[in-house]
């Protein structure tokens, strides 16, 4: 099975960047996507960023332009280039795994990303 490991949040000021890391150990076949979520306090939590294995990508309308996702060529590893940051990108975000097989889900633990003056 998988372990995702989040790293490189931390507070930022508004029109800051962060790179946020997600190491995979484990194993895991059929990969289908890897991607970033994140959750604000009180809201639900939602797609950021994900690579789908077909090697598309797709981004959340408020972070297009913004953001960007990549990853090592093995897999073991997804990034998230945050540029521009805003107050409202506050959340704890999270690394996200699919794949086929059981369970087919893995989530890390989360790193807080802070935007604020």
């Known amino acids: 099975q998988v372990h995702l490991v989040e790293s490189g949040g931390g507070l930022v000021q508004p029109g800051g960047s962060l790179r946020l890391s997600c190491t995979a150990s484990?194993?895991?076949?059929?990969?289908?996507?890897m991607g970033w979520y994140r959750q604000a306090p009180g809201k639900q939590r939602e797609l950021v960023a994900a690579l789908v294995s077909d090697g598309s990508t797709n981004y959340a309308d408020s972070v297009k332009g913004r953001f960007t996702i990549s990853r090592a060529v093995a897999w073991n590893t997804v990034y998230l280039q945050m540029n521009s940051l805003k107050v409202e990108d506050t959340a704890v975000y999270y690394c996200?795994?699919?794949?086929?097989?059981?369970?087919?889900?893995?989530w890390g633990q989360g790193t807080q990303v802070t935007v604020s003056s």
């Open positions: 996200n795994l699919r794949t086929r097989g059981s369970p087919d889900e893995y």
């Open positions: 484990g194993s895991f076949f059929v990969l289908k996507s």
